[in-house]
């Protein structure tokens, strides 16, 4: 499992804003495709936002609808999930990897990241909006 350090997560009201944080080994971060998967209460894990390292268009779940950016800080070997205006339904633990690629793009399925399987899930960060 690759140790990535996640932080980020609290408490918002609907509309609010959170800004989730994930800092990799050098290697991984500019070698893997690094993602956030959330699992909310009662459904199964799904993708939120995955960056591919062969800086192709990042990938972001259906339901993200425009509210959420991923982006990178190369110094900090640090991918960013900036989620706004968020809902009731995004509440959930919020978990990063970083995988393969094993294709050339970026995609996510519940348990692969650009077609490479998650080597494991850590803690994650929980996120809870609640008026």
């Known amino acids: 499992q690759v140790p990535l350090v996640e932080s980020g997560g609290g408490s918002v009201q609907p509309g609010g804003s959170l800004t989730l944080s994930c800092t990799a080994p050098k290697h991984n971060y500019e070698n893997n495709c690094m993602g956030w998967y959330r699992q909310r209460p009662g459904e199964e894990r799904e993708g939120v936002a995955a960056f591919h390292p062969g800086g192709v268009s990042p990938y972001y779940g259906d339901f993200v609808k425009g509210r959420f950016t991923v982006s990178r800080d190369d110094a900090k070997n640090t991918v960013y999930l900036k989620m706004n205006n968020l809902q009731p339904e995004d509440t959930g633990n919020y978990y990063c990897?970083?995988?393969?690629?094993?294709?050339?793009?970026?995609?996510?399925?519940?348990?692969?990241?650009?077609?490479?399987?998650?080597?494991?899930w850590g803690k994650g960060t929980q996120v809870s909006v609640t008026s």
């Open positions: 990897v970083a995988a393969g690629p094993r294709t050339g793009i970026a995609f996510m399925e519940p348990d692969r990241i650009c077609g490479a399987l998650v080597p494991g």
